[in-house]
């Protein structure tokens, strides 16, 4: 078990080039990492040694014949169990999906394999994406491999985590109201939030639709580039994927910040932060201005409002998605119903967690006759009003930075109230509410050595200026080549 | 205006949501909804008149593609899920009464 799982993915399509090391040796170091140190990170829920092994195999002969794919060929990947990938299970971490298997690749699953990268397997998450901890898994949930009794954040915590604790080199989450980010900054990684649109959702598995986008967790700038790559750009299969041209990511991200204007927005610093998350985020700030970038005060009003707007309507998409867990198709069907609608609400009863009872019942309530107008309508109201803030703000600034999160990686078991779980997305919904692109990097550690993200905003489609940035970042700092300590 | 969310309300939603639950799932779900609901409320101080709605976040246009035969996946593929199936059908408990 050696260095080459350290590595960057640009590295080591470096190596793969130069023929100083092979995919089978990568990702057999890989696996070797898994068996070692997974039993107690416990990120993944399915790994696919055997086709990892004859995928790399195959990228061998790719690169012996000098016909490489691209920068991804070889290297190795895993998904979040939220995505379809054909013949291997695809569970969204519940138990209504334990058993199934998808018949078709999602597509940004079938670009990685045409771009040659080797799948390890499947992450853990929150059931069906929603959480921040992972503890709404209805397997198990992964340790933050920062410290090993706290959560890595969710709802892609093995994601997150695979990254952090080196077990894959590339991982893909989903973000629905910071399920990127929020990991990302709780387990000290690179996670990014594309424009919604910018990524097709074929073959994810629904949450809420007007909300969920993917996006990857890398261990720096330049590996989210080649991935976003990869994955970006309309899809004819996603008819809410956008036609945007889709830029060369990696060409400008050395092209420096001088002259960006960064927006802070005060909103974003509240009381009941902790403290050394506003100084990390401040001191970020401070490095990017050095770095020649310009920053101004913005302000957001309706922050504060946003994620009561996101609460009802992600619950209320989430109840009309999964309404299409009936014990017919595919899934879970419970036995011993007395007819049809017995045998749909049992089925239900048994294969869904607390989590997604709770988000159902609420989201079918907000739309139920009599309270559409009053929570949904009034919520679609607010989340307009989210979505002019960032247009004034961005009228005047080129990016915006804040923190991720008001807090770091909190102990499992210790945010038993809903609220209180549902307030640490604060800093990442209003992001998704307006559609915007964002990505939380490495932005310190707090004294006991917890990570903190910093989080960039940025405007509908420039992803390119978010990774600019990140990499600027990495430049002058090296939290993001921080590894945690795990004896195997 | 405060909600209270009565164990009525809860039993009506569940119905609605086909969701079977127990009574302790019903008294733990009528408190955590109230709570989540009256959080909600917050929503209801802000002056939204003359506001449109956002249902997407970027504008969305009908996308059209011509009518023409494509294959679809296998029969066999997607009835491999399936928890209960009569040779090339899903098989369900009696809808119709005899």
Same mark, same amino acid.
């Given at each position: 078990m050696g260095v080459l799982a350290s590595l960057t993915a640009h590295e080591l399509g470096r190596r793969f080039r130069r023929g100083e090391a092979t995919p089978t040796q990568v990702v057999t170091d890989y696996l070797a990492r898994i068996e070692a140190l997974d039993p107690q990170v416990r990120s993944f829920l399915t790994v696919t040694r055997e086709?990892?092994?004859?995928?790399?195999?195959?990228?061998?002969?790719?690169?012996?014949?000098?016909?490489?794919?691209?920068?991804?060929?070889?290297?190795?990947?895993?998904l979040k169990d939220v995505l379809c990938t054909r013949g291997i299970p695809s569970t969204c971490g519940s138990r209504i999906l334990e058993r199934f298997v998808p018949p078709y690749d999602a597509t940004v699953v079938a670009r990685l394999y045409a771009a040659g990268a080797v799948l390890l397997g499947k992450l853990n998450m929150d059931e069906f994406a929603m959480g921040s901890s992972t503890e709404h898994s209805a397997f198990f949930t992964t340790h933050n491999p920062w410290d090993l009794a706290r959560v890595p954040g969710g709802s892609s915590g093995g994601a997150a985590a695979a990254v952090a604790a080196d077990m894959a080199a590339l991982t893909l989450g989903t973000d629905t109201g910071g399920s990127i980010r929020q990991p990302a900054a709780f387990s000290g990684v690179l996670g990014m939030k594309p424009t919604y649109g910018r990524v097709s959702r074929y073959g994810l598995i629904a949450f809420a639709s007007s909300l969920d986008q993917i996006g990857p967790f890398a261990k720096d700038a330049e590996d989210a580039a080649l991935m976003l790559?990869?994955?970006?750009?309309?899809?004819?299969?996603?008819?809410?994927?956008? =036609?945007?041209?889709? #830029?060369?990511?990696?060409?400008?991200?050395?092209? $420096? &910040?001088?002259? +960006?204007?960064?927006?802070?927005?005060?909103?974003?610093?509240? =009381?009941?932060?902790? #403290?050394?998350?506003?100084?990390?985020?401040?001191? $970020? &700030?401070?490095? +990017?201005?050095?770095?020649?970038?310009?920053?101004?005060p913005v302000s957001l009003p309706h922050t504060e409002y946003g994620l009561a707007a996101y609460y009802v309507i992600a619950p209320a998409e989430a109840s009309s998605n999964l309404a299409r867990y009936d014990g017919v198709k595919y899934g879970l069907r419970a036995s011993a119903a007395r007819d049809l609608i017995d045998m749909y609400s049992k089925t239900r009863a048994a294969g869904f967690g607390t989590e997604v009872k709770r988000r159902i019942m609420l989201g079918t309530y907000a739309l139920s006759a009599g309270y559409y107008d009053a929570y949904y309508g009034q919520a679609q109201?607010?989340?307009?009003?989210?979505?002019?803030?960032?247009?004034?703000?961005?009228?005047?600034?080129?990016?915006?930075?804040?923190?991720?999160?008001?807090?770091?990686?909190?102990?499992?078991?210790?945010?038993?109230?809903?609220?209180?779980?549902?307030l640490n997305d604060i800093f990442t919904i209003p992001v998704n509410l307006a559609g915007l692109p964002g990505v939380s990097i490495p932005g310190g550690f707090t004294q006991t050595g917890l990570p903190i993200g910093l989080q960039l905003i940025g405007r509908a489609f420039d992803e390119a200026t978010l990774l600019r940035v990140a990499h600027a970042h990495e430049q002058a700092t090296t939290w993001h080549t921080r590894k945690p300590q795990l004896a195997s | 205006m405060a909600t209270k969310i009565t164990l009525q309300d809860v039993e009506h939603v569940a119905r609605l949501a086909r969701l079977e639950l127990s009574a302790a799932e019903k008294e733990r779900m009528r408190k955590e909804l109230d709570g989540i609901l009256s959080y909600i409320d917050k929503l209801r101080a802000l002056d939204t008149r003359g506001v449109e709605p956002t249902s997407h976040a970027v504008p969305l246009t009908n996308v059209m593609r011509d009518d023409e035969e494509r294959p679809s996946l296998p029969q066999e593929d997607m009835l491999a899920n399936a928890p209960d199936r009569h040779g090339e059908l899903f098989r369900v408990p009696r809808i119709i009464e005899e």
């Open positions: 086709d990892a092994l004859r995928c790399a195999g195959e990228a061998d002969a790719r690169f012996r014949e000098g016909r490489p794919r691209g920068p991804l060929d070889g290297v190795p990947i895993a790559q990869v994955i970006a750009g309309v899809d004819p299969m996603d008819s809410t994927s956008v =036609d945007v041209p889709v #830029p060369d990511y990696r060409a400008t991200l050395g092209q $420096g &910040i001088e002259g +960006l204007r960064l927006g802070v927005p005060a909103e974003y610093f509240i =009381d009941g932060m902790d #403290p050394e998350v506003e100084r990390a985020v401040r001191t $970020g &700030i401070a490095t +990017l201005e050095r770095l020649g970038a310009h920053t101004e109201k607010v989340r307009t009003l989210v979505r002019r803030d960032f247009e004034q703000a961005f009228q005047r600034v080129d990016l915006i930075v804040a923190p991720t999160t008001p807090g770091v990686a909190f102990k499992m078991g210790e945010k038993e109230d809903p609220i209180q779980m549902y | -």
